[in-house]
T-cell receptor, first 114, second 116 residues
Framework: AQKVTQAQTEISVVEKEDVTLDCVYE???????LFWYKQPPSGELVFLIR??????QNEISGRYSWNFQKSTSSFNFTITASQVVDSAVYFC???????????FGKGTSLLVTP | DGGITQSPKYLFRKEGQNVTLSCEQN?????MYWYRQDPGQGLRLIYY???????QKGDIAEGYSVSREKKESFPLTVTSAQKNPTAFYLC???????????????FGAGSRLTVL
């Protein structure tokens, strides 16, 4: 069975604070892929990053960074110096090559206030 | 620009009526998907299609039907058998089907259905 848990339902921060969104996953497959998507108020999900299970290198893209740790089955997402435009719902997702579509977590709603 | 177009954006329906949500893509993607989003529930898969004239049930297919007569189009019908149809519906597509777990999904802007 595959499962993605995003324990943080809602997070509120003040602009310029750093914030980390947690994601814990479960799968028995040795090959799998992890994703983060952003859903702004407009509703359309936007792809942010994909990681495969063999690549534990952390990644940084501007103010965004991702920490993938297989030992703890986590794929956490950090926003540095948050901005109001970062306000959105963020989804972590998991897929394998077993022929089924993406399995999403329940999402974390991030509110960044000025 | 390539993308996915969903229509209508907002839809109201009376109980007992069927309603069809449109999803069109011009990305030349083989696979298409329908997800349902409820507050606090994340996204749940309703149906997906890997190629034309083929589709598979997802986790919550009961009360829904789909067709895939053209590569570009994957309409979803919410039937009167769906007990709680009020939700936000998202259509997505990917280059390959779910057998490739590395697929990145491209999403439409969604359709919000409200049953009165």
């Amino acid at each position: 069975a595959q499962k993605v848990t995003q324990a943080q339902t809602e997070i509120s921060v003040v602009e310029k604070e750093d914030v980390t969104l947690d994601c814990v996953y479960e799968t028995r497959d040795t090959t799998y892929y992890l994703f983060w998507y952003k859903q702004p108020p407009s509703g359309e999900l936007v792809f942010l990053i994909r990681r495969n299970s063999f690549d534990e290198q952390n990644e940084i893209s501007g103010r965004y960074s991702w920490n993938f740790q297989k030992s703890t089955s986590s794929f956490n997402f950090t926003i540095t110096a948050s901005q109001v435009v970062d306000s959105a719902v963020y989804f972590c997702a998991l897929s394998t090559n077993s022929g089924y579509a993406l399995n999403f977590g329940k999402g974390t709603s991030l509110l960044v206030t000025p | 620009d390539g993308g996915i177009t969903q229509s209508p954006k907002y839809l109201f329906r009376k109980e007992g009526q069927n309603v069809t949500l449109s999803c069109e893509q011009n990305l030349n993607h083989d696979a298409m998907y329908w997800y349902r989003q409820d507050p606090g529930q994340g996204l749940r898969l309703i149906y997906y299609s890997q190629i034309v004239n083929d589709f598979q049930k997802g986790d919550i297919a009961e009360g829904y039907s789909v067709s895939r007569e053209k590569k570009e189009s994957f309409p979803l019908t919410v039937t009167s058998a769906q007990k709680n149809p009020t939700a936000f519906y998202l259509c997505a597509s990917s280059i390959e089907g779910p057998l490739s777990g590395a697929n990145v999904l491209t999403f439409g802007a969604g359709s919000r259905l409200t049953v009165l």
